[in-house]
T-cell receptor, first 113, second 115 residues
Framework: AQSVTQLGSHVSVSEGALVLLRCNYSSSVPPYLFWYVQYPNQGLQLLLKYTSAATLVKGINGFEAEFKKSETSFHLTKPSAHMSDAAEYFCAVSEPSASKIIFGSGTRLSIRP | GAGVSQSPSNKVTEKGKDVELRCDPISGHTALYWYRQSLGQGLEFLIYFQGNSAPDKSGLPSDRFSAERTGGSVSTLTIQRTQQEDSAVYLC?????????????FGPGTRLLVL
């Protein structure tokens, strides 16, 4: 069965610092992987997704993630945090035969001035 | 174009009452999904529609929960005899074709509070 683990329910970084949000997945087949962001009082928005093409995926707002099969990881990074990046981030997994996305528990990102 | 819309945005009800939550997907999207977001359980899949059919209802937590979709468009999630543990944000999403790699577009959610 597919599952996602996000390490750290809350991450705090200084403005301008590197953002690293960790995600590990479990899947019996090559998965599709997603990062969604949820700003306060808003719905979820897709940041980026991996669908078996390039292992380094670039998304919106300067975020990127690298699919590492050997580590079963799909960590999200951004070189320089901005105050507007403060939000909840969800990693998610789907399998080719599945009709649904399984979400991780989320990581709340705070940005310190 | 317009995104996914949901109504009402907030709903307060008394335990034991029935509630209906509505979702209007993006026009032309054949797939529609319902999720529930709560503090204790995170984001949980409830049900998936392809057209008017629901091939995956595996996430519905009990028989008090049901959903339908008509005209390949609007969907209604009904919760009968609401319980306090039903309090959550109910999110609807749609995608163009329903494939597992497709982007799902989410609505703003309906915040349900059962007193």
């Amino acid at each position: 069965a597919q599952s996602v683990t996000q390490l750290g329910s809350h991450v705090s970084v200084s403005e301008g610092a590197l953002v690293l949000l960790r995600c590990n997945y479990s899947s019996s087949v090559p998965p599709y992987l997603f990062w969604y962001v949820q700003y306060p009082n808003q719905g979820l928005q897709l940041l980026l997704k991996y669908t078996s093409a390039a292992t380094l995926v670039k998304g919106i707002n300067g975020f990127e993630a690298e699919f590492k099969k050997s580590e079963t990881s799909f960590h999200l990074t951004k070189p320089s945090a901005h105050m507007s990046d403060a939000a909840e981030y969800f990693c998610a997994v789907s399998e080719p035969s599945a009709s649904k996305i399984i979400f991780g528990s989320g990581t709340r990102l705070s940005i310190r001035p | 174009g317009a995104g996914v819309s949901q109504s009402p945005s907030n709903k307060v009800t008394e335990k034991g009452k029935d509630v209906e939550l509505r979702c209007d997907p993006i026009s032309g999207h054949t797939a529609l999904y319902w999720y529930r977001q709560s503090l204790g359980q995170g984001l949980e899949f409830l049900i998936y529609f392809q057209g008017n059919s629901a091939p995956d209802k595996s996430g519905l937590p009990s028989d008090r929960f049901s959903a339908e979709r008509t005209g390949g468009s609007v969907s209604t999630l009904t919760i009968q005899r609401t319980q306090q543990e039903d309090s959550a944000v109910y999110l609807c999403a749609s995608s163009l074709g329903g494939g597992p790699a497709e982007t799902q577009y989410f609505g703003p959610g309906t915040r349900l509070l059962v007193l």
